[in-house]
């Protein structure tokens, strides 16, 4: 089983920047297509973003294009989200998930406990 493990929430201003990683317990995830989705209070888990396993693909949700970008460094196992110009409507918990298939699909089988992202005004 794999478990991914989330870092790099906190607390920042309206225009801030937090960046966080996700990596998994235990085994490498290099297969993995990856992504990051999060859940505000009162509402439902949403998605944010997505990168394949060689990084070459990258899917984003309209409300975060072009203020947030997900990466990943396979040699450290590691994938990231550097979010930028954060809002307000930013703030939510975000959790990072993994796919046993190689390319951005639908189907996601791993997920972190989550981490605070907290954007205050």
């Known amino acids: 089983q794999v478990q991914l493990v989330e870092s790099g929430g906190g607390l920042v201003q309206a225009g801030g920047s937090l960046r966080l990683s996700c990596a998994p317990s235990g085994r490498t995830f290099v297969r993995f297509a990856m992504g990051w989705f999060r859940q505000a209070p009162g509402k439902e888990r949403g998605f944010v973003a997505a990168?394949?396993?060689?990084?070459?693909?990258?899917n984003y949700a309209d409300s975060v294009k072009g203020r947030f970008t997900i990466s990943r460094d396979n040699a450290k196992n590691t994938v990231y989200l550097q979010m930028n110009s954060l809002k307000p409507e930013d703030t939510a918990v975000y959790y990072c998930?993994?796919?046993?298939?190689?390319?951005?699909?639908?189907?996601?089988?791993?997920w972190g406990q989550g981490t605070q992202v907290t954007v205050s005004s």
């Open positions: 990168i394949s396993w060689r990084g070459g693909s990258t």
């Open positions: 998930a993994g796919s046993k298939v190689t390319v951005i699909n639908d189907q996601w089988d791993y």
